[in-house]
């Protein structure tokens, strides 16, 4: 089974979607960014003000797709979501000590998976935890 990503370079134009047999139509699928922006200025269209922030991308406050300027922007803009990912990963660090699991990267607490996550760190590397290790 073929699956269609967002950010697949092989996205064509028209395209049938393999999970529901529908036609997409994607018609900016080969823009550029430049192409993108030169649209949206030309016939004014409305955007997330985000953008003029910065950001370079849009989608969920600390997401792994991103890189590490981006998550320390977003955790910069939203605190409190940042106290929200501590406290699960507290959570978390709590769930796997009570199971016996190994603590590859020897974290601490929450603070020490925070860092890890918002460093490139969390990105595929020799230490890279995979996720049947959870």
């Known amino acids: 089974m073929v699956l269609n990503y967002d950010d697949a370079a092989s996205r064509r134009v028209v395209e049938q979607c393999y999970r529901t047999a529908k036609t997409i139509v ?5 823009f550029t ?12 269209v409305p955007y997330c003000k985000l953008y003029d922030e910065g950001f370079s991308r849009m989608g ?14 977003q955790f910069a803009r939203w605190p409190h979501m940042r106290k929200y990912y501590v406290s699960a990963f507290d959570e978390m660090l709590k769930v796997r000590e009570s ?5 590859k990267l020897n974290w601490q607490d929450g603070e020490d998976v925070m860092r890890w996550w918002i460093s490139n760190a969390s990105k595929a590397n020799a230490d890279q935890m995979h996720i049947d290790d959870l």
């Open 26 to 30: 994607n018609p900016i699928v080969d």
């Open 33 to 44: 960014d430049a192409d993108v922006w030169e649209f949206i200025h030309k016939y004014n």
């Open 60 to 73: 969920c406050i600390g997401c792994p797709m991103g890189n590490k300027r981006g998550r320390e922007m």
């Open 99 to 103: 199971r016996g699991l190994i603590n």
